[in-house]
T-cell receptor
Framework: EPEVTQTPSHQVTQMGQEVILRCVPI?????FYWYRQILGQKVEFLVS????????KSEIFDDQFSVERPDGSNFTLKIRSTKLEDSAMYFC??????????FGPGTRLTVL | DQQVKQNSPSLSVQEGRISILNCDYT??????FLWYKKYPAEGPTFLIS?????DKNEDGRFTVFLNKSAKHLSLHIVPSQPGDSAVYFC?????????FGQGTRLTINP
């Protein structure tokens, strides 16, 4: 069964450093997403991406964040200058035209 | 931003009995609702959904009920099994995104 994959599973970085989180969505999916979950809190939407552009973003997704689909398979989230409060689980998701989103296993980002 | 609320952070149910998880939402314009299940160190897994034109949807042991007038949905699991122990999130479909509740940790006791 096809699934969304994410790498790395755990990323540790120093405050102020850039990180890139990688995702491979399900191959025939058209809509791509990033969500995050800070420990003990709800899963929060960051950004949606369709037809090679951002279709919606949340207030969290400020200028420090960017997304890219550099080729036909990868979907990346970049944080330019990480802050302590960026520590969270980051989930990638994708879907077809149906509403149901399929989530990857997540990347745990720890900012020291 | 409390558009979707799950008021019970945890629920404990005996194996074989019915588990009922509840969710309230605030915006009557929402028209598609989903339940996800999450194990530790994994991403949310889609369980079942319902559109606003229905009031019930069933898939095996899982049934979702929607009460639009009360802006309330519930997930029934019967019979509950030990493998059902997980965190359950309800979510509503916005224009592009899913808006999640805080989750309910379900524990099934043998």
């Amino acid at each position: 069964e096809p699934e969304v994959t994410q790498t790395p599973s755990h990323q540790v970085t120093q405050m102020g450093q850039e990180v890139i989180l990688r995702c491979v969505p399900i191959s025939n999916h058209l809509y791509f997403y990033w969500y995050r979950q800070i420990l003990g809190q709800k899963v929060e939407f960051l950004v949606s991406f369709y037809n090679n552009e951002i279709s919606e973003k949340s207030e969290i997704f400020d200028d420090q964040f960017s997304v890219e689909r550099p080729d036909g398979s990868n979907f990346t989230l970049k944080i330019r200058s990480t802050k302590l409060e960026d520590s969270a689980m980051y989930f990638c998701a994708s879907r077809t035209i149906a509403a149901q989103q399929f989530f990857g296993p997540g990347t745990r980002l720890t900012v020291l | 931003d409390q558009q979707v609320k799950q008021n019970s952070p945890s629920l404990s149910v005996q194996e074989g009995r019915i588990s009922i998880l509840n969710c309230d939402y605030t915006n009557s314009m929402f028209d598609y609702f989903l339940w996800y299940k999450k194990y530790p160190a994994e991403g949310p897994t889609f369980l079942i959904s319902i559109s606003s034109i229905k009031d019930k949807n069933e898939d095996g042991r899982f049934t979702v009920f929607l009460n639009k007038s009360a802006k309330h949905l519930s997930l029934h699991i019967v019979p509950s099994q030990p493998g059902d122990s997980a965190v359950y999130f309800c979510a509503v479909q916005g224009a592009q995104k899913l808006v999640f509740g805080q989750g309910t940790r379900l524990t099934i006791n043998p």
